[in-house]
C-alpha cells in the first residue's frame, strides 16, 4: 500500500513541476511538428502518450521513455534507469486537439547513458515494472530452459535479431524495410545500413517535392507508423514494396514526414 502511495506522490510532483509549461499547447501543428523532428534525431530517445487527461498522458510518456531507455541502456551493459532517474532532466512537449492530449517526453540519448541508477531494493518505486508492459513492444516470453538468458533475448528488438537477412542491394534492403511497421524499427535498419555502408546518404522532409530523384522513401503518419516504402521516381512509376503495386505520396494524404534513402 505505501508503495502504491509513493507512486502517486512521484507522478504528482513530476505532473506539477511540468504544469507550467504546458500553456503553449494552442498551437498543436507547430509542436506536433516539433516533435516529428526530433522523432527522426538519432540523438534523441522520446516517449509519446495520448489520453483525455494531461497529467496521465503525461505520465504514460514518461513510462514509454523508461522502457526505451532500458532498452539501450541494456545494449550498452548499464542498469536500468527508474521513472525518479528521469524527472529531472528530461524535456517535454504537449499539446491539445478535439479534447485529447498527446504529450511528448525525450533525453539526448548521451545524457541518458551518462545517467546513474538507482540502487535497486524491495522498495523501489521508480515505476520500471510498469514500464515493461508497454504493449506498443511487448517483450516475448523467456524460454523455460534457459534459467539467466542474455539481455538481448529478452528485449523485443526485430531489427537487431533480424539484421543478418537483410539483402545487399537498395532494392533488397528496401523490401526488409518495408516489413517494418514503425519508425523506431526503420531507424534501427537504416542506422546498421549507413554503418556498413550499404547506403551512403539519408534524409528527412516533410514534401515529397524535397526527396532526391534517385532515392528511395518511407512514409510515415502522424503516429511514426509505416505507409509506404516506395521506389526513386527516377526509376519511372514508383512502386510500393509493401503491397508491389504502383504507389506515390499523393496517395497518402495522411502521410505526415518521410525518411529517405539512396
Known amino acids: 500500500m505505501m508503495r502504491s502511495k509513493n507512486i502517486v506522490l512521484t507522478f504528482l510532483m513530476l505532473c506539477t513541476a511540468w504544469a507550467a509549461a504546458g500553456a503553449q499547447t494552442d498551437n498543436f501543428a507547430a509542436v506536433e511538428d516539433s516533435m516529428n523532428l526530433i522523432k527522426l534525431d538519432a540523438a534523441y530517445v522520446y516517449g509519446e502518450s495520448y489520453d483525455t487527461n494531461r497529467d496521465l498522458a503525461l505520465e504514460g510518456a514518461l513510462k514509454d521513455l523508461v522502457f526505451y ?7 550498452a551493459g548499464k542498469d536500468s534507469l527508474g521513472i525518479s532517474n528521469l524527472m529531472a532532466n528530461v524535456k517535454e512537449l504537449v499539446y491539445c486537439k478535439a479534447d485529447k492530449y498527446t504529450a511528448f517526453v525525450y533525453i539526448p540519448v548521451e545524457k541518458m547513458l551518462s545517467l546513474t541508477a538507482s540502487r535497486p531494493n524491495a522498495g523501489n518505486t521508480n515505476g520500471s515494472t510498469a514500464v515493461t508492459q508497454q504493449p506498443r513492444r511487448p517483450e516475448p516470453p523467456r524460454k523455460p530452459e534457459k534459467t539467466d538468458p542474455p539481455r538481448k533475448e529478452e528485449k523485443p528488438e526485430p531489427p537487431v535479431r533480424n539484421m543478418q537477412l537483410a539483402g545487399t542491394t537498395l532494392d533488397e534492403l528496401s523490401r526488409t524495410l518495408s516489413t517494418q511497421d514503425n519508425l523506431v524499427e526503420v531507424k534501427s535498419f537504416l542506422s546498421e545500413f549507413k554503418k556498413d555502408g550499404r547506403v551512403t546518404a539519408t534524409g528527412a522532409t516533410t514534401q515529397a517535392a524535397e526527396v532526391p530523384a534517385d532515392a528511395y ?14 521506389s526513386p521516381k527516377a526509376a519511372g512509376p514508383q ?24
Open 69 to 75: 531507455c532500458n532498452e539501450i541502456r541494456h545494449e
Open 217 to 230: 522513401s518511407i512514409l510515415f503518419d502522424g503516429m511514426g507508423g509505416v505507409l509506404s516504402v516506395l
Open 239 to 262: 512502386m510500393n514494396y509493401r503491397t508491389n503495386l504502383e504507389d506515390n505520396q499523393s496517395n497518402h494524404s495522411n502521410c505526415k514526414f518521410i525518411i529517405w534513402y539512396r
